[in-house]
């Protein structure tokens, strides 16, 4: 058996783009995941992190198969499903869930928290032993819900208690790996510990593999073991949460990482904050060579023209830049 529980090999998402209208023509291509290679282990967070547009929630729903990947390889517990039919993913969807970012919109607002949480059950034909009502009761009290709210519908509950219901849905058939796309950016920060903890208490008991997409770094620090930072649909860095978050390489993690507030106001005032000058560039035409290059301070030549390798520069520690940061 794998200890990975995930690989992607140079995954790549391009999505076409059409002037409309009768004649529907290809105008371009978005090339919202270009080229990514990570692996989760059994048992471990990853966190996936970088700015709106950067292709992290791509990443997320390609390697569950919701989009289908242009190139590239996605191997899940060992076996290669990258061209695997929706007829034959089927069988392998219990093992690969998703709590998604919305508990508002994720949830049927005319079923109740019961058949919500029941369905996959329904779906792949699954009797749980005790009876479906008995095991959605456990569920909703594994995740911190009254077990005889069963019948109520999801507007009776405030979003963190919404997001749990998402997670009993996700856990229902013990799945091996969850795809958890920014699960607390729409909550409240009180609501969002109560869920990151959550997250937590659960990995530790069932064993559960996650790939957390996310853009509050805070949060990301807490829960992952190490952390992939994504740049106009590329890695550029990717190490242990630890040495990214106190010796970042890359330029653009640093620039990152420096506009996470320190709780401590002498520090605070005294840190260099790095500011990024422009936009993100479009990623129907991303910039030549580096695609960080045109906000980058320490651009050159090379960075222009030469796309940088992503190469290991220490133990667990990957990175893609011409000119790093000082270790």
């Known amino acids: 058996m794998s200890e990975n529980v995930l690989t992607l090999e140079n995954l790549t998402k391009h999505f076409d783009t059409t002037t409309g209208g009768v004649f529907n023509k290809v105008k371009g291509v978005v090339k919202a995941v270009d080229g990514v290679t990570l692996d989760v282990a059994r048992g471990e967070t990853v966190g996936l992190v970088g700015e709106s547009g950067c292709g992290k929630t791509t990443v997320g729903r390609t390697v569950l198969k919701l989009y289908e ?3 590239g390889k996605i191997i899940f517990d060992g076996q290669d499903i990258t061209k695997l039919s929706r007829r034959e993913m089927k069988p392998l969807r219990s093992q690969m869930q998703m709590i998604f970012q919305d ?5 049927n607002p005319r079923h109740t928290v019961g058949t919500i949480v029941s369905a996959s059950y329904d779906i792949h034909g699954i009797k749980p032993e005790g009876g479906t009502k008995k095991a959605v009761q456990e569920l909703l009290e594994r995740v911190g819900l009254n077990p005889e709210h069963i019948n109520r519908f999801p507007h009776e509950f405030s979003g963190g208690q919404r997001q749990r219901i998402g997670i009993a ?3 229902a058939l013990k799945p091996k790996l969850i795809v958890a796309d920014e699960p607390v950016s ?20 069932l064993g559960l593999a996650y790939l957390f997409v996310a853009h509050d770094l805070s949060v990301v620090q807490h829960i992952s073991d190490r952390v992939v930072v994504m740049y106009l649909g590329k890695v550029m860095e990717m190490a242990d949460t630890a040495e990214l978050f106190f010796k970042p390489r890359h330029p653009y993690t640093k620039a ?6 320190i709780p401590d106001p002498e520090i605070e005032r005294k840190r260099e904050r790095i500011i990024l000058r422009g936009d993100l560039p479009s990623p129907v035409n991303p910039p030549a060579g580096c695609v960080f290059n045109t906000r980058c301070w320490k651009a050159q030549d090379i960075c222009r023209t030469s796309v940088p390798a992503l190469v290991e ?8 830049c011409h000119f790093p940061e000082p270790a």
């Open 69 to 71: 990947p242009t190139s």
């Open 186 to 205: 729409a909550l409240d920060v009180s609501i969002q510990a109560q869920v990151v903890n959550l997250l937590d208490d659960l990995q530790q008991e």
């Open 256 to 261: 990152l990482l420096s506009a996470v507030p």
């Open 103 to 107: 508990p508002f919109a994720s949830l």
């Open 169 to 171: 849905r996700a856990l």
């Open 313 to 320: 520069i220490s133990p667990k520690h990957t990175l893609a």
